[in-house]
């Protein structure tokens, strides 16, 4: 197949599966750097064109966002609502990650000579993405890396003091513990509500808990076990004036929500772009603020560690799968193509919806705080007598539903967690309901 222009490529995929595509990107016909780019530009477009036709249409379903569904690779009939542990990559972001691929491939001295200038623009584009600057922008592998990074950074002393909620995903945990057991400082859990009433019952916890000793609190921002969004703006203009810092754990964060750094006024902030924001796995953010980076040290050390005066510094890591890191960039134009408030509203008109027709079903319980200040795009619920595991096993063998178990039978939140993303549909979100209400009508 010759390749002679847009329309010839757009023709040349339309009815294709993904299996079909994937296939055809491995086989020996690969489409040239050329043929990719004008893909993307036509996928492009089409987003173009549906935001002019539907500028003013705020329905949380429909026809704009059926169309932009299409934009991603699902296997036929899968209905893809655990983004929350992995996400799936939208078309732009696929190509643009085989492309530059190719290019180690075929072009080795293009990844030293040309590929650094598009990391820095990727960088560039993160930071505007989260209202930071680019000198607070590290890029990392995953959320946990960043945690990391934070807690082994910060100078600590025996008896320093740390708070983590009751709510903490373990690469938020470990890192404070193996520090514990390393230097002595001591870690104290904040019990969190499931789920809490207000920002008032979050706040206030953690302000009783802080001590002359305290340094630092390590919170989840978007809780996975039970979807609440921390309020991370008065946690920090309340410890701010403690002088203690504050970094937020918000694996699920970016993508899901339309994040401001300047307005949230945290110090340090994780995030895991392969979730919700469609990135490939294998890439992070971490945001360290200008004012408190002379506070942290490089927990990895390469060249450059002891020159840069900004969040470079900790990020000399060497040479790295630049690829993954271009189709980072290519992830936040196709988000920045919808709009980013668009894709918040949309999540949560979602989420809002789902919370309120499970509070119709009888026993169940919702982990997830209906509050949309308090909740994203993760709805956490449990229902009496039916095994969490035995929903998600059912919908997933009856609609090919795709959900997740979470949480502990021990600790109260053992229960199903589910993502609603802007490619979630209304039908789909009523299959996941209907599925559950038979499952409660014929329990035994």
């Excluded at 690969?30 to 043929?35: E, H, K, P, Q, R």
């Excluded at 990650?97 to 040309?114: E, G, I």
């Excluded at 924001?277 to 050390?301: C, F, H, M, N, S």
């Excluded at 450059?304 to 980072?328: C, H, M, P, V």
Aim: no cysteine.
């Amino acid at each position: 197949m010759k390749i002679k222009g847009q329309t010839v490529i757009v023709d040349a995929f339309k009815g294709y599966s993904r299996r079909d595509f994937v296939k055809y990107f491995f086989a020996g016909s690969a489409l040239t750097l050329s043929a990719l780019n004008k893909l993307n530009a036509s996928i492009y477009q089409s987003i173009t064109s549906l935001n002019e036709r539907y500028i003013e249409d705020e329905s949380p379903d429909g026809v704009y966002w059926d169309a932009l569904s299409k934009h991603f690779l699902f296997q036929d009939g899968l209905i893809m609502m655990n983004n929350g542990t992995v996400g799936p990559m939208p078309k732009p972001v696929f190509h643009t990650l085989m492309k530059y691929f190719r290019v180690q491939v075929t072009n080795p001295f293009d990844v030293y000579a040309f590929i650094p200038r598009k990391i820095e623009e990727v960088r560039t584009k993160l930071a505007e993405f989260i209202n930071a600057s680019p000198d607070e922008v590290v890029i990392t592998r995953n959320t946990t890396e960043g945690m990391n990074f934070v807690a082994n950074g910060l100078d600590l002393e025996e008896g320093d003091e740390v708070l983590l909620s009751s709510m903490e995903h373990p690469g938020g945990t470990h890192p404070w513990r193996l520090k514990e057991k390393r230097f002595g400082i001591v870690i104290k859990e904040v019990p969190i509500g499931l789920p809490p009433k207000s920002v008032d019952e979050i706040v206030s916890a953690f302000e009783k808990a802080i001590t002359p000793r305290t340094k630092i609190i390590s919170i989840s921002h978007t809780v996975f076990i039970s979807g609440l969004i921390a309020p991370l703006k008065e946690l920090s203009q309340m410890t701010h004036e403690k002088d203690v810092l504050v970094l937020a754990d918000s694996a699920h964060g970016i993508g899901m929500l339309d994040l401001d750094m300047k307005r949230l006024g945290i110090d340090f902030f994780a995030s895991s772009p392969y979730k919700w924001l469609g990135a490939p796995t294998g890439v992070g953010l971490l945001y360290v603020r200008k004012e408190v980076q002379d506070r942290l040290w490089p927990t990895i050390a390469s060249s450059g560690w002891n020159r840069y005066n900004n969040a470079r510094k900790f990020e000399t890591l060497s040479q790295r799968a630049d690829a993954l890191t271009i189709a980072l960039g290519e992830a936040i134009d196709f988000q920045n193509a919808i709009g980013r408030e668009r894709i918040e509203r949309r999540i949560k008109t979602l989420a809002g919806y789902l919370k309120r027709e499970l509070k119709k079903i009888p026993g169940v319980k919702l982990h997830t705080s209906e509050d949309p200040y308090l909740s994203g795009g993760l709805t956490a619920f449990s229902v009496e007598d039916i095994d969490p595991e035995k929903i998600v096993n059912y919908v997933r063998e009856k609609y090919n539903i795709v959900v997740r178990t979470i949480g502990n039978k021990i600790q109260g939140t053992y229960g199903v967690r589910v993502s609603t993303h802007v490619y979630v549909s209304l039908k789909h979100i009523d299959m996941l309901l209907e599925g559950i209400r038979h499952l409660v009508k014929n329990k035994k």
